[in-house]
């Protein structure tokens, strides 16, 4: 009889994890296959403000890791504080998407590395000058060696390395990755009805897959325009066309309570608004407030576990220079 028991719960347990598995929405899982030296030294190189042309501001300044991988502001603050144009897309997660930036410029996140360093309004620096600076500095030169085998760095190795890393910065074991995996009571009512409902208005359109979206571009304002003043053209700045303005990647939706505020420009500070935003603008859809807030409640259960390491020991500068933190910016 305890037998039968056992069997049986099972093969309930098997027919709701085979149920769920048939979801739009796929469990988050960590990378099959990463290189230790090259994670190790990535990690490095994402905090250290050296790389650009101050030396106070690091990949973690606009992608701080301990606020959802985000800044949380509109748009985020570069060189000279200047102001940027656009909201900086969470670092978490990001090796599933199909491209990087809200664009789609860079192909992946090796090509997506190197792009701040040498953007006059990021870090302001050069790739040669972020080379020269890394040379000058003995443990780096070591680090490169041991992990590529060569005795000269280039700017290659180092977005290699930052992309390395960045393939680590997975969010698994969301209670909504539990529920997928056959946990029943991982969800409440609340929470199962916004994810009902985020199928049914048509939402998972766009947002599915283990990212929950960053899987394609899509134009801002499929029903009704987002803005007629909008000024960032979005995909049609790298593919030319027309077609392509106010297309931009979708963002992932994975830890979205923390990585406010939303949509390219920062405009929606809050999750309700958000959601009420893209029901009118791309589904033509006016939420009432219970829905809205059944699928905000629905929307926090994407919250997965945060990339956990210990904070790098930045290797010192040859001259012994004090160097700022590389939370800094």
């Not at 796929?26 to 290189?35: E, T």
């Not at 090796?95 to 040498?118: C, E, H, M, T, Y």
């Not at 959601?275 to 807030?293: P, Y």
Request: glycine residues 10%; aromatic residues 8%; hydrophobic residues 40%.
């Amino acid at each position: 009889m305890k037998v039968r028991i056992i069997v049986a719960s099972l093969l309930a347990f098997g027919a709701t994890a085979f149920a769920q598995s048939n979801e739009p929405i796929q469990p988050v899982k960590s990378p099959a296959q990463i290189n230790l030296g090259m994670v190790e030294l990535g990690k490095k190189l994402y905090f250290d403000p050296r790389l650009s042309k101050s030396g106070f501001i690091s990949c973690n300044s606009c992608h701080n890791l301990s606020m959802g991988g985000t800044d949380n502001i509109p748009t985020s603050i570069g060189d000279k504080w200047q102001q940027g144009p656009i909201n900086a897309p969470t670092v978490l997660n990001s090796s599933l998407n199909v491209a990087q930036f809200w664009d789609g410029r860079a192909a992946d996140l090796k090509a997506q590395a190197g792009g701040p360093i040498a953007n006059p309004g990021e870090m302001a620096f050069s790739h040669t000058l972020a080379i020269s600076v890394l040379e000058s500095i003995p443990h780096y030169v070591r680090e490169f060696k041991q992990v590529f085998g060569k005795g000269k760095i280039s700017i290659e190795e180092v977005t290699l390395s930052i992309a390395e890393f960045e393939k680590t910065l997975v969010t698994p074991n969301s209670r909504f990755d539990q529920w997928l995996l056959g946990k029943a009571d991982a969800l409440n009512a609340d929470e199962k009805a916004g994810y009902k409902l985020f199928k049914d208005a048509g939402c998972v359109g766009c947002h599915n897959g283990p990212a929950v979206g960053g899987a394609s571009f899509q134009k801002m304002g499929l029903v009704v325009p987002y803005k007629a003043n909008d000024k960032i053209e979005g995909r049609s700045a790298v593919t030319g066309k027309d077609a392509d303005r106010f297309n931009y990647k979708v963002p992932t939706l994975r830890n979205v309570e923390m990585t406010y505020p939303y949509f390219h420009d920062g405009a929606a500070n809050t999750l309700t608004e958000a959601v009420d935003v893209m029901g009118r603008i791309q589904l033509g859809k006016k939420f009432t407030a219970d829905e809205n807030g059944n699928v905000v409640a629905f929307l926090k259960t994407l919250t997965g576990d945060q990339p956990s390491f210990a904070l790098p020991i930045l290797p010192p500068s040859a001259d012994k220079t004090p160097r700022p933190t590389p939370f800094g910016k």
